[in-house]
């Protein structure tokens, strides 16, 4: 049974920065491709970041230049550090993981992940 927790969310003023981090129990940890997903109020989720079994991070367009997501095999947390934080970054963040063959994230949707934590809030104030 896949678990995610995530925490680290917090409110901060425009400019500020934000780590969060999601703990994580899977079997086989290099066989999930695993990510962050955020969902302002009232709006659809959108993509931030995915990171592959191999380590590897991806990103989206929504924070790219502004997160670096990594994951701790060894301590089984994956983070999501934030800079220059926006209002409009204000939303629930959400951990998910989804297995794939050699964890790779290609092919993956980021809203039809297979496991998700409860969230996170972060709220930028302006």
């Known amino acids: 049974q896949v678990q995610l927790v995530e925490s680290g969310g917090d409110s901060v003023q425009a400019g500020g920065s934000l780590r969060l981090s999601c703990v994580y129990s899977?079997?086989?940890?290099?066989?999930?491709?695993m990510g962050w997903i955020r969902q302002p109020h009232g709006k659809d989720r959108e993509d931030v970041a995915r990171?592959?079994?191999?380590?590897?991070?991806f990103y989206e367009d929504s924070m790219f230049g502004r997160v670096t997501i990594s994951r701790d095999n060894a301590k089984k947390i994956m983070y999501l550090q934030m800079n220059n934080l926006k209002p409009e970054d204000t939303g629930m963040y959400y951990c998910?993981?989804?297995?794939?063959?050699?964890?790779?994230?290609?092919?993956?949707?980021?809203?039809?992940?297979?496991?998700w934590g409860t969230g996170t809030q972060v709220t930028i104030s302006s």
């Open positions: 998910a993981a989804e297995k794939s063959p050699g964890g790779t994230c290609n092919g993956v949707r980021y809203d039809n992940m297979d496991f």
């Open positions: 899977v079997p086989t940890l290099s066989d999930y491709c």
């Open positions: 990171v592959d079994g191999r380590g590897r991070g």
